[in-house]
């Protein structure tokens, strides 16, 4: 009980349906898991501060999440919280690209006043997302700390109703119903050190907050794990499921209880094993709990839209989905028969053997099928425990395990030379026996029970390895200041080793273990170089290796500059400015500067006196670019390290508008391209007749990276950019719409008409948070962004043209807010154009502007237009903000929005429209002619 008392889961990637068939009698699995994503409805409860962490800190990679998923569900770009790094879903070896985990989820279940309620993080198959975090930023705990033990903790509930975020479930043909519980999550991943480097500890503390007892509550984990390279095609279709215990190889003494899934044959190339194949294994076990489990059910499926291909085992006599099948649990009462039933089923690849004998109906018919999945599949499966009861206020511990095992396949022809896709082999007790007799193993079961072990014991033989991220400062004259994590609850302190010699030999420094953030080393000789090592010390004050060297740090160096930041002119100047450091003997700044960012390519630009705190770097070269940082100099010429770095661009203006176009020319109807009847391109052309102005034309090509010369948008004091995104999937990528910040805050003068396109138009969500993107854009990006454009989340609206339920999504006109704009009505004849036909061969009837959407402003002085409904006022869309401006009078820049593309309107108003912003940008009809 010792540790019990210590302790107290956008745009995503979509994966869509495949099409299924029956060809030959074998069965096509299907990915149909959607992407975590939310409603376009304005809620009252607030958006859910949804937060995701990568342990990294060890052999492997592994997403928690505070929304009761595991993993990233196949998005590749979906970013740490806390870092920003690209995430990983469960990678092993860590950097290898090579997955054994799509999504995982916690399934919780239980009676509550008579009703069979279920919660999930997802449900895997229709994308019912019902564990949310709070919108409450009070109420949100999210940290990742430790050093040797890293940490992660996280807190969510299963309170939210609001239907703008959690789906009703149509298999119940009701809105969600929650138990009511919070959770407090806590993970623990460890530095190598004796073995302990390969799994992780996942601790979940639910409590009942609600006012009804939880009777019979059995709480699960989901896993559907498409093990395989992330380069290999289609690597979710071989994987098999199974249970390590005693059943598993008959007369074989395996023992450990984890559920797990493997890729069929390790995905051998030209026969031999390659850094590309997924030769390992993954697991999970439940290895503590707060209350007795008295069952535990294992239960695996291939999930399918054709419904005689949908199936798992089932103990007689069974029972069927809401679809008719016998593989993916529907509605309520499906989940809790899943999560409650008691059995463990055997493996998958025994599919096509008969086992009525021992009670399980037959297998699937035709064989084929049967064979089809027994020779890998698209397989998940749900872990259970069970069964417990929690009265209001009570609280229920479980702690669990994930981990890899190396080497499970050992042999690259254990599978083509037992199995392979010989019908008869499936059954075959004995080739099959002989098959799994192939597969090792002992490596996931020694790393289950280490961590089982541990916990057991309270982690009282723990030994942790050396803290990462440790850094430096220079003080003072004869004082280093060094900064650590913060303790993780498996860590007592660290400490800390000191050398002259960065080989020579290392003394330790302080007395007891630290357990603050800071800790001053000091007295030391000024203008000596140091070296540091450290180690980490556990719960039961083991001391660890030693590792992470730093160094030299010198003490009586300055400290570096703060707050460096930059801005540009319209004249080519660049501007930087910086913080003082406040020390009295400084000689001077250093300013230094790269024309790509990264180590050791910054030289000396220039110094100035330390009177001066801005610097003015000259220029004429449209469109170069630069990364600066700034350093101090002291009388004794010491240099301290380097601030922070900025980067910036140059812009000299010239006198033409530039016209940039990210439109498709060519539409899809009934399956086939077809060319557009007028080009948006001649429609924005039109606009700007009475100006002189340049055209820069963004294929698709330049949407997945290519550059465009920064010159040949950094020249142009106007820019319109009409039907593009305002980020490119390389944050750093030259194209314009990635400069957009800078090229405002040199003055310039921006038109955007367009949408901004989510990953699926056909999505419905609201994007609060840099992580819906597919495009790969950092937080700090993606907070400029929204601080730059004034906006706080943008609400994408389900575009589906031969619906009904598109009338509450038809944008019919836009309304002005401002009196010199005019109302601008959508043509139907041009909107034609681009939507799909009916089955009927006719357009649907209603003007619908593809993928509008609206935005919640945050300066509402600023908007220029607002959505016009066909439905009015019943529509909640209507009257929400579709287009704005800002004016900096600072910097004589600003632009005007409209997040809808103006060629779909009444062209006379949207010419008036456009001249009009181009009067409010201060950009006159008589623009010069010629540069």
């Known amino acids: ?28 699995p299907s990915k149909r898991d959607p992407s975590r994503s939310h409603s376009s ?78 919660s999930t993080g997802t449900d895997g198959w229709l994308g019912l997302y019902e564990i949310n975090p709070s919108s409450n930023p009070a109420e949100i705990t999210a940290k990742k700390i430790g050093g040797g033990a890293q940490e992660i903790i996280f807190n969510y509930t299963d309170t939210l109703t609001d239907p703008a975020f959690v789906d009703g479930d149509p298999d119940d043909a009701r809105l969600h119903r929650p138990l009511n519980f919070s959770f407090l999550q806590k993970s623990f991943v460890f530095r190598p050190a004796a073995g302990a480097d390969s799994f992780a500890i996942i601790y979940l503390q639910m409590q ?61 190339s030209a026969g031999s094993f390659r850094s590309t194949s997924a030769t390992a294994v993954t697991g999970v076990k439940l290895i503590g709990s707060s209350q007795p489990v008295t069952k535990k059910s294992f239960n695996w499926w291939t999930p399918n839209g054709t419904v005689a291909l949908d199936w798992g085992p089932q103990k007689a006599p069974g029972r069927l989905n809401q679809s008719g099948g016998r593989g993916q649990p529907e509605g309520d009462a499906m989940k809790y028969y899943y999560l409650s039933n008691g059995e463990i089923d055997y493996p998958q690849v025994r599919s096509v053997i008969n086992q009525s004998s021992e009670g399980w109906l037959p297998p699937l018919s035709p064989q084929s099928a049967a064979i089809d999945i027994a020779n890998g599949f698209d397989a998940r499966y749900l872990f259970s425990y069970g069964s417990f009861d929690l009265p209001p206020g009570d609280t229920l511990v479980l702690v669990f395990a994930a981990a890899p095992g190396i080497n499970l396949h ?56 050396p803290p ?78 030693l590792g992470g060297r730093i160094g030299p740090a010198i003490p009586g160096r300055p400290r570096a500059p703060t707050n460096l930041t930059d801005w540009s002119d319209k004249f080519g100047n660049i501007y930087l400015s910086w913080k003082h450091p406040l020390e009295g003997d400084l000689l001077r700044f250093r300013i230094y500067s790269a024309p790509i960012p990264g180590p050791f390519v910054f030289s000396l630009l220039d110094s100035v006196n330390t009177s001066d705190t801005v610097y003015v770097d000259p220029g004429f070269i449209a469109g170069q670019r630069f990364w600066y940082l700034v350093t101090a100099v002291d009388t004794f010429g010491l240099e301290s390290s380097f601030s922070d770095t900025v980067r910036a661009m140059r812009f000299v203006f010239g006198n033409k508008a530039l016209l940039v176009d990210r439109t498709s020319y060519i539409i899809m109807r009934f399956g086939s391209e077809v060319a557009a009847r007028d080009s948006l391109l001649r429609f924005h052309s039109r606009l700007l007749r009475r100006f002189d102005f340049d055209m820069l034309n963004l294929s698709e090509d330049y949407y997945f990276g290519l550059n465009v010369d920064p010159a040949f948008v950094s020249r142009n004091p106007v820019i319109v950019a009409h039907s593009s995104e ?64 004034g906006f706080d989340c943008l609400f994408f609206s389900p575009v589906y043209p031969i619906d009904s339920s598109l009338l509450a999504n038809s944008f019919l006109f836009a309304a002005p807010n401002q009196p010199p704009y005019p109302v601008m009505f959508a043509e139907s004849l041009k909107v034609n154009l681009f939507v799909r036909s009916i089955p009927s061969d006719r357009h649907y009837q209603y003007p619908t502007v593809p993928n509008i959407n609206y935005l919640t402003n945050r300066y509402p002085l600023e908007d220029l237009y607002t959505f016009g409904s066909i439905l009015g006022g019943s529509d909640p869309k209507h009257g929400q903000t579709v287009a704005k401006k800002h004016l900096d009078p600072a910097t004589g820049g600003g632009f005007v929005w409209f997040n809808f593309p103006l060629y779909y309107m009444n062209e006379d108003s949207s010419k008036k429209a456009f001249r009009q912003a181009l009067t409010d940008l201060g950009v006159q009809e008589n623009f010069p002619k010629g540069i």
């Not at 540790?3 to 889961?9: A, D, P």
């Not at 071989?238 to 005693?246: I, Q």
């Not at 800071?518 to 001391?543: A, G, M, R």
């Not at 003068?749 to 699926?760: E, F, M």
Request: aromatic letters at 14%; glycine letters at 8%.
């Open 1 to 28: 009980m010792f540790f019990y008392e210590r302790l107290h889961k956008r745009w995503a990637a979509i994966l869509s349906a495949c099409l299924l068939s029956f060809s030959q009698a074998l069965a096509v």
């Open 208 to 268: 009942n907050i609600g006012t009804n007892a939880i009777e019979s509550l059995y709480f699960g984990l989901f896993m559907d794990a498409d093990v395989g390279h992330f380069n290999t095609s289609s690597y979710f279709v071989d994987d098999l499921a199974g249970f390590v215990d005693s059943s598993l190889i008959p007369g074989t003494p395996l023992q450990g209880d984890i559920a797990f899934v493997w890729d069929n044959d390790g995905d051998p």
């Open 41 to 118: 409805a304005i809620s009252s409860s607030g958006v859910p501060i949804t937060k995701q962490g990568t342990h990294r800190n060890n052999t492997f990679g592994l997403t928690v999440t505070n929304y009761g998923l595991l993993g990233n569900q196949g998005n590749l770009y979906l970013r740490d919280s806390f870092d920003s790094l690209l995430t990983v879903s469960f990678e092993f070896p860590l950097n290898s690209k090579i997955e054994y985990l799509f999504q995982g989820a916690f399934w919780v279940g239980g009676i509550v006043a008579g009703d069979t309620l279920v």
């Open 726 to 789: 305002l980020v490119t999937p390389i944050a750093d990528n030259p194209s314009f719409l990635s400069l957009f910040v800078d090229y405002l805050k040199a003055g310039g003068k921006l038109i955007i008409d367009g949408h901004w396109a989510p990953v699926n138009v056909n999505s419905s969500f609201s994007l609060c948070d840099y992580s819906s993107f597919l495009l790969g854009i950092t937080q700090p990006i993606w907070d400029t962004t929204r601080n730059v454009f």
């Open 468 to 545: 990462v991220n440790v850094r430096f400062t220079e003080f003072d004259s004869s004082t280093l200041r060094l900064f650590f994590p913060q303790l993780s609850d498996l860590e007592n302190g660290f400490n800390i080793y000191r050398s002259t010699d960065s080989n020579g030999t290392y003394v330790i420094v302080n007395a007891t273990p630290v357990i603050d953030t800071i800790y001053d080393d000091s007295p030391l000789v000024e203008n000596q170089n140091y070296w540091y090592k450290f180690s980490t010390v556990s719960i039961s004050d083991i001391d660890g290796p």
């Open 410 to 465: 050992i042999s690259p022809a254990n599978f083509a030379n037992n199995l392979g896709f010989t019908s008869s082999n499936y059954l075959d007790s004995a080739r099959i026996n002989q098959y799994l007799r192939g597969l090792r193993f002992g490596s996931l079961i020694h790393n289950v029970l280490l961590a089982e072990s541990l916990w057991n014991t309270g982690f009282q033989n723990l030994v942790l390895g």
